[in-house]
């Protein structure tokens, strides 16, 4: 029988090829057509099956919860939902470019989540993880880690972007278009993690008895979250655009990355995370 864990190792390198095939159909000036990107929804199909069959492993096991509790686990939602919202994306521009940048990202999660050497087992949930809540903080936080992340392809996209004629410039879309991108998903991404900002109040004050502590993953959370309000704020009232709205971005990219992984060397109420 074929478990969860075969699935993600598979889909694992299944990644890297729907990379390289973006990256042919840009050489070629998209002569591939759509395939791609009807490489990339089948992928992202079958990762989604094998995040629910993690889950319904654990209830085989009896201990029954989403499979969201772990480093690894988040991983693997993480790189899913890069893919399922670069796919909405794609089908609302009508355009493949972003692939190139978008596509190494879930194979680099993956990557990691399956050649280190954190724990990859399905264990049982220590008492502070055993709360629904659980399942809306980790969805609305990756969901906006994940737009985010395209946020940051389409920000390095819009600085290897030069004036002049060149043939990046022709693979590349046009700078409005990547700063439309940008903008779409820093406000995706923004809602996202405020809901999870909130969600997680919630949850630590039904699990700790406190609803903000300044944990470090919480402090960080919040300097993530004050760093995309200062990229909306930019924009919406100060008129930012171009080169400097899309450093602010990356930084606040940058940000989310210690957020996900720099705070784990910390000691804090969210230690598990790197189990």
């Not at 990756?142 to 290897?160: D, E, H, K, P, R």
């Amino acid at each position: 029988m074929i478990t969860s864990s075969q699935i993600l190792s598979v889909i694992t390198f299944v990644y890297f090829f729907v990379f390289l095939t973006y990256l042919v159909n840009q050489l070629v000036k998209e002569r591939l057509s759509y395939i791609p990107s009807i490489l990339l929804l089948l992928t992202t199909l079958i990762h989604g099956i094998g995040i629910s069959l993690r889950w319904k492993e654990s209830y085989e096991l009896g201990y029954g919860h989403a499979p969201f509790s772990t480093l690894y686990e988040s991983l693997i939602f993480y790189s899913w939902a890069i893919s399922a919202i670069y796919l909405l994306l794609e089908w609302r521009t009508k355009s493949t470019s972003l692939g190139v940048l978008v596509t190494p990202l879930p194979f680099l999660a993956l990557a990691y989540a399956s050649f280190s050497k954190m724990n990859k087992g399905i264990q049982p949930l220590i008492p502070a993880l055993k709360s629904n809540w659980l399942i809306a903080h980790v969805i609305t936080c990756f969901v906006g880690y994940a737009a985010f992340a395209i946020s940051f392809a389409s920000c390095i996209l819009y600085l290897l972007r030069k004036e002049e004629k060149n043939r990046i410039k022709s693979l590349i879309p046009s700078k409005e278009v990547l700063e439309e991108i940008n903008y779409n998903m820093v406000v995706i991404g923004f809602v996202s993690l405020s809901l999870g900002i909130i969600t997680g109040a919630i949850w630590a004050n039904v699990a700790w008895g406190s609803y903000w502590s300044w944990d470090p993953k919480e402090t960080w959370s919040l300097i993530t979250w004050l760093v995309y309000a200062s990229v909306l704020h930019a924009r919406l009232t100060r008129g930012w655009r171009g080169r400097k709205l899309a450093i602010l971005s990356i930084i606040g990219f940058c940000c989310v990355i210690f957020t996900y992984f720099g705070v784990n060397l910390l000691p804090g109420l969210h230690s598990y995370a790197t189990m």
